[in-house]
């Protein structure tokens, strides 16, 4: 045991010497870099467009409310018969994922949130009772 302690003070005590030295304090001075030999950066060439932006996805917060593009929105009619659990919040996120999502407000506010009409690839969300 007393071997197996004397070989680990002694890699504690090589770091700590190490630790001491210029090349532990100064890893920039260990290598020598010219200035002179960098180079500038220099961009694809492009066309000039700038990257697309992501698409702005529907978040289901419970069977009946979702965000979208910063809103808070409450569907007009209930999606799913108990519009509160998590059962029902994953059902109308697949909804909302199906296809082309359009968000119709109808100038109606409940709380913090927005009434509104909402159609998923032109066909209107309507009332399933699962």
């Keep these: 045991m007393?071997?197996?302690?004397?070989?680990?003070?002694?890699?504690?005590?090589a770091l700590a010497l190490m630790q001491g030295s210029a090349w532990a304090a100064s890893p920039a001075a260990a290598v020598a870099v010219d200035p002179s030999r960098l180079g500038a950066v220099?961009?694809?060439e492009g066309d000039g467009s700038v990257a697309?932006?992501?698409?702005?996805?529907?978040?289901?917060?419970?069977?009946q409310r979702f965000y979208y593009g910063g809103q808070q929105y409450t569907l007009d009619a209930p999606v799913v018969a108990d519009d509160r659990g998590d059962l029902a919040r994953q059902r109308l996120q697949e909804l909302l994922d199906g296809g082309d999502?359009?968000?119709?407000p109808l100038g109606e506010k409940l709380e913090d949130s927005e009434r509104a009409q909402v159609r998923i690839n032109g066909e209107l969300l309507s009332p399933q009772l699962n």
């Design 2 to 13: 007393t071997a197996v302690f004397r070989s680990c003070f002694a890699v504690l005590a």
């Design 42 to 44: 220099r961009m694809p």
């Design 52 to 63: 697309p932006t992501p698409p702005v996805r529907a978040y289901a917060i419970d069977g």
């Design 101 to 104: 999502l359009s968000v119709h």
